[in-house]
């Protein structure tokens, strides 16, 4: 089963504003990770936060992370037709040896130009 | 660098027929992940490997459901008698190790199961 829920579950903005999508999660992580899938490149691995950080910047991307409230936000910054795609989190679970993700259900991005 | 291959990239099954999805890891990666992905939802977890030992397999949705990687190196994911509701992509990843600095999985590009 999915570990949570992102949302939008869709959404449409014009190139060059900012886009910004939530995940939500039910247990204890060792780091969130995102995601991005589209057709061309399969799911390629955006960003890392460890469950100690509560904030992560990688170029255009910020990732944002509550772990008491077991919930995460990506806000990507000046898009780009480039970045439509379904965006997912993944967790990683908490404990020793667990190093499967789970992932949730997706916000699909489109950029329209 | 090549990435993670996975063959065929698509598979058209008649209901009742076994089925074998290969995955070629990135060379030296320690862990290997097999991932099933529904039309419009995330990938669901069904099994990963340390090397050649599986370590877990709680997300193997049934019996006919078989995975191994004998040298620690490529992987078969093998379904038996498959029915219409194993129709999805099938997802093969790899990452480094367990150390949370190697947590990045890198993905194959997917098998796309269809069983008529």
């Known amino acids: 089963s999915q570990q949570g829920e992102e949302d939008p579950q869709a959404l449409s903005i014009q190139e060059g504003e900012n886009a910004t999508m939530n995940c939500s999660y039910k247990t204890s992580i060792n780091n969130l990770q995102w995601y991005r899938q589209n057709s061309g490149r399969g799911l390629v691995h955006l960003i890392l936060?460890?469950?100690?950080?509560r904030e992560k910047h990688s170029g255009r991307l910020r990732v944002t992370l509550d772990t008491s409230k077991k919930s995460s936000s990506l806000l990507i910054t000046a898009s780009r037709a480039a970045d439509t795609a379904s965006y997912f989190c993944a967790t990683r679970g908490g404990y020793f040896g667990n190093e499967k993700l789970t992932f949730g259900t997706g916000t699909r991005l489109t950029i329209i130009p | 660098g090549a990435g993670v291959s996975q063959s065929p990239r698509y598979k058209v099954a008649k209901r009742g027929q076994d089925v074998a999805l290969r995955c070629d890891p990135i060379?030296?990666?320690?862990?290997l992940f097999w991932y099933q992905q529904a039309l419009g939802q995330g990938p669901e977890f069904l099994t990963y490997f340390q090397n050649e030992a599986q370590l877990d397999k709680s997300g193997l949705p049934s019996d006919r459901f078989f995975a191994e990687r004998p040298e620690g190196s490529v992987s078969t994911l093998k379904i038996q008698r498959t029915q219409q509701e194993d129709s999805a992509v099938y997802l093969c990843?790899?990452?480094?190790?367990?150390?949370?600095?190697?947590?990045?999985?890198?993905f194959g590009p997917g098998t796309r199961l269809t069983v008529t």
């Open positions: 060379s030296g990666h320690v862990s």
């Open positions: 990843a790899s990452s480094l190790g367990w150390g949370t600095e190697f947590s990045e999985q890198y």
């Open positions: 936060i460890r469950s100690n950080e």
